[in-house]
């Protein structure tokens, strides 16, 4: 404070508030410090005599002064000294003390915060109550601090179990060997902290907000760049403006990079998205977004010629195995059904259980799972961790509420709670079915039902269209994409294909779902097995592409095959030597294509390039 107040003419006193100068402020300060703790003796000599003052209040303790240390250690006990009176703390200003030595400040800190915690100084020489302890993490607690377990603590937390245990470290982050495995140009850069701007891709639960969560956390570590996270669903363009400013501000003073995460940037309309362009473009921020749309559609194209699209897989059932398995860990529970585990205990086989000598008390039930559950749980969640996770901390909550409850019974014990694969299709429900009526698997479904039918593979459409209707999709959508298939790919090779897809749709549109499905699937098998053709397909194909291509004004119509309602026209030549077919009884030689076109056929024709 001096040296801050040195260009002033005097300096102000912080303890008895006196005006002086600068360059005696400190020889000041040692005198003025002494003579406040002269002070602060006398009254407590006089509290203590007449017992009825109100309690003092201990302060910190100067661990220059011999004196000092004894009152400290002794306020941190709360005993009195040899002398009758209460020891106290000399108020010392650490801004004054450079040299002071780590371990000793943490000694001080910990008598001051005990001495508050204490009772009041009402009766000399009473012992005060020792400290509360500090509240842990539930990631630190273990069951040899009480009779909750890591199961217990985790669980309770509030917290849900996929958000506890999502990675920090890529040898965490399971299931994207191909992007971020060893040797990958991206882990590279990821340890070199050379992070471009990057588009993650991917169904919901791949990791893709994991995988910027531990960007994150090797960029706080490392200082090397600033990490910013926004959400498109709640964020504004003026947010995203503040931030840019704030990035040009760190790049400019400090030469620290921005790297701004947009979580769902789909949801950012073409004009929010345009953003981004300049500062990305010049490298103010470097741009990380994360979407389960496909960015071909929902991102701007000159801000993905900006950015690297990374697009992460669905997990697999061994990645959900490996994560399901840590999270086993880090929860105490024992794993049943493995092999080579005759015993059937696990990890935490020393935190569970009743303690010594507490045979009639109650305590925290042990938690099992059968390894036959996990396994239903990796391939349920359809390779989403967010939902495999959710639901083993679904199905152990339900089972440790239910033993809970038959603790609670009089006379009852501990007993071992076991979670078996009934237990967590019951909290699953059915497959997680990763279906968006609007997004990229709508698409991709109705494409794959295309072409199976298009194959001729009645069992792979079959599956494609149960995928889509209990999917949710529209089944009227499904039943006019039949209808088309059934001109587009059918045709006249059976033409009795349209009828049957027509009445198909007719069926959806009366009944509806859930009754119409099979309506659809008889539609589907009759197509699939349908024979073949594209003749008209094609056919009308070339005709668009003959419209398309032709240079200058379009043929007319051929006087002939004109219509003659007046005698204006007729004058004029309309249906002029137009043959009557009904009146030839064999085939008539006329022409009906314009002038220009004479000897195209288009079931044969293919177009030029214009």
Known sequence: MAHEAGSADTVQCPVCSG????????????SCLMKHAETHALSADRGNAS???????????????????????????????????????V???????????????????SAFFCSKQGGPAGAKGAKRPAPEEKEVSPKLQTCGSGTAGPATSLLDSGKPLAELMRP???????????????NTLLRSLLESQDIPSLILWGPPGCGKTTLAHIISSNSKKSGAARFVTLSATSAS??????????????????RRRTILFIDEIHRFNKSQQDTFLPHVECGTVTLIG?????????????????????????LSAEAMGAILGRAVAALGLRVLGQPGDGSGDRTGDSDGGTPPGRAGELSEPRVFIEQKALDTIAHLCDGDARAGLNGLQLAVQARLGAARLGQSKPGSTSQDVLVQEDHVKEGLQRSHILYDRAGE??????????????????NAALYWLGRMLEGGEDPLYVARRLVRFASEDVGMADPAALPQAVSAFQACHFIGMPE??????????YLARARKSVEVYKAYGNVKACLRSHRGPLPPVPLHLRNAPTRLMKELGYAKGYKYNPAFSGPVEQEYLPEELRGVDFFTWTPSDP
Do not use: W
């Open 19 to 30: 005006d002086f100068e600068a360059s005696e402020i400190n020889t000041h300060l040692d």
């Open 51 to 89: 017992e009825s003052g109100p309690p003092y209040k201990k302060t910190r303790v100067s661990s220059e002064s011999a004196k000092g240390e004894k009152s400290d250690s002794l306020a941190a006990t709360g005993t009195p000294d040899s002398t009758g009176n209460r020891a106290f703390s």
């Open 91 to 109: 108020s010392v200003f650490a801004m004054f003390q450079s040299n002071r030595s780590k371990a000793p400040a943490q000694g001080e800190r």
């Open 168 to 182: 920090s470290t890529l040898e965490e982050y399971f299931g994207q060997n191909k992007v971020v495995g060893e």
């Open 237 to 254: 363009t003026n947010d995203v403006r503040e931030v840019i400013k704030q990035a040009q501000n760190e790049l400019r003073l400090f």
């Open 290 to 314: 994360a979407t389960t749309e496909n960015p071909s559609f929902q991102v701007n194209s000159a801000l993905l010629s900006r950015c690297r699209v990374l697009v992460l897989e669905k």
């Open 441 to 458: 698997e709508h698409y991709n479904c109705i494409s794959a039902l295309h072409k199976s039918l298009r194959g001729s593979h009645a």
């Open 516 to 525: 119409c499905e099979v309506m659809l699937a008889q539609c589907v098998i």
